[in-house]
Structure formats: C-alpha cells, structure tokens
C-alpha cells in the first residue's frame, strides 16, 4: 500500500483542551524531560478487548526467538549483556496487532494520540510498529537504550556522526514512541524506566548515568506514554506474580523507512473497519508518493 496523492489529512485537536494538552505535551517530550503520560485515552473495555487478544496470540518459543533475532536485541539484561539471547525469554513479543481486531485498530488510531503525534513529526506520519510485549514473572529487565528510528543506533557506524545530536542540522524529531500499559506499569511489575532530559545527551546510554538518574513511573492501563525514541529508556524485571502486558507503537516521519510492513499486513476491508480509515491509510503511507519511477515502467 503505497503511492496516491502526497496529501495526507490533517489531524487537529477536536476541542481546546485537547489543543492544551496537546501543546503541554509538546513541550514536555521536545523541551522537557523528553515524555508525557496522555492519562485515560482508553475506556477498560478497550483494554480488556486488548489483553484477551493479546494473550490468545502469544507467539511460540520458535517465533519468539525469530522475532528477537529480526527485532528487539535488548531483552533479558545480565551482567554480561547480550544483545541477542540463544535461548527463548519469558517475555513474548507479538507483532501485526492491527490485523486482528476493530479495537487494537481504533486504539492506535486514537485522536489525542493522533493529534501529538502530528504536532511533533508533522502531516503524513507513519507507523512503524504496534506490537505487544508479554512480560511474564521473573522476566528481567531489558539493557538501557534509544530507538532512534530503530533500535540499531548502538552500531555508531550505521549512522552519521551527528544523528543522535538533534540540536544539529536538521533540527527535528525522526521518530516518536508510544506505550500503552495494558496492565499496570510499576516498579513491581516491570513497567518501563527512563532518564529524564536524556534526549538531549546525545549519545547511547551508559551505566553510571543510567542508574543515578533513571525513574520508574507509575502509569495506569488505558493511558498512553509518549516519548522521542532519543530518550533513555528499558523495560525492567518483572517481581510480580502477574504477566505485565504493553503495546508499544513507533511513529515516524512520512520519509522515514519504517521497520514493520504495516500495509502489507492490513487488507483494504481492514482498513476501512475502523474509526479512522483515512488515518490508518496514512500510518500504512498510502498518502505518500516516493519513491516513484516517474512513469517509467518498473523493471521486475
């Protein structure tokens, strides 16, 4: 799902406190600590809906471990750290959650997450990714690190030597993210941790900064965290008796290559069973022209 006009919609707060929170938000991730918790986005019903879809697909150990080896290389931190595990962990992550229902659809597409979203990255923006982390009990905690698009940005020669500057030209934001607790975040269960105001280092995280300036919140299920993918930040050990359930999502400008084929696995019937149709054709970059053959014909 690609091409058609360069025009995407515009996505405006739908009432001035929307618009508030909107800006309180935009200067909190672009200025301030580097995120903002948008609290009650999501009705229980919508979470409910969500944790049974979520926990009726959990991959198996075989597809876990593919997902990690394409994917996440940051999971179950030791004190030698390993960026990818050869045996499967005890969290699961499930990809290709728009396809399955209506709810995780009309969830991603939510219009106070829509409006930041669009205030930071601007018209057009796409989704990477909006993918479930299952953390069972003793889960341990994720290595400390930024998403900036991807999760690669620890191999410094992948990238030009001022990437992780955004102060530096151009100044702005090439990738958002989204977490969305389906169960609780807390310190008990795992719930993420940040570096408050590290987006603004520049550089990739290490240790002694990590542990002397690192903060766990508290977030409730049906809000959603937003943050630049420049910030610190890691998913930390499950103590609970409980599984600990997030969505994560990855938002980029329209010109950023995304990581999850979003389109591909959304047919067009899906598309238009949504509350935002036109929006969901626009996180699948339907509103995108390049590239283009500029009408020559494609060579197979």
């Not at 200067?27 to 979520?54: F, N, S």
């Not at 992550?93 to 991603?108: F, G, N, S």
């Not at 479930?132 to 341990?140: C, D």
């Not at 001022?162 to 389906?182: I, R």
Request: with cysteine.
């Amino acid at each position: 799902m690609s091409g058609g006009p360069a025009t995407a919609p515009k996505i405006l707060p739908l009432s001035k406190e929307i618009q508030e929170e909107t800006e309180r938000a935009y200067h909190d991730i672009m200025y301030g600590p580097g995120y903002y918790v948008l609290e009650d986005v999501h009705t229980q019903e919508e979470i409910a809906k969500a944790k049974q879809i979520i926990l009726g697909n959990v991959p198996s150990d075989e597809q876990n471990l593919l997902n990690l080896r394409v994917g996440t290389p940051f999971e179950n931190q030791s004190e030698d750290v390993v960026k990818t595990a050869e045996s499967a962990p005890l969290n699961k992550r499930l990809y290709h959650l728009l396809p399955k229902d209506r709810t995780l659809r009309d969830m991603a597409t939510h219009p106070r997450v829509m409006a930041l979203l669009y205030r930071i990255l601007g018209r057009g923006f796409i989704n990477g990714t909006y993918s479930a982390n299952v953390l069972y009990p003793g889960t341990q905690k994720q290595e400390p690190h930024l998403d900036y698009p991807y999760w690669d940005a620890y191999e410094a020669e992948n990238f030009p030597e001022t990437f992780l500057k955004p102060s530096a030209f151009p100044p702005h934001v090439l990738a958002c993210q989204t977490l969305t607790p389906v169960t609780e975040y807390n310190p008990k269960t795992g719930g993420v941790a940040f570096v408050p105001h590290s987006h603004k280092y520049g550089r990739w995280p290490d240790a002694k900064t990590w542990e002397r300036e690192h903060i766990q919140p508290v977030v409730k299920p049906g809000s959603v965290i937003v943050h630049t993918a420049l910030l610190w930040h890691a998913a930390q050990t499950n103590f609970s008796d409980e599984v600990r359930i997030g969505i994560s999502g990855q938002w980029l400008p329209r010109y950023v290559k995304p990581m999850e084929d979003i389109g591909g696995t959304l047919t067009q019937e899906q598309i238009e069973d949504s509350a935002y149709p036109e929006v969901l054709k626009q996180m699948c970059g339907k509103f995108y022209t390049y590239p283009t053959t500029f009408g020559v014909e494609k060579v197979a």
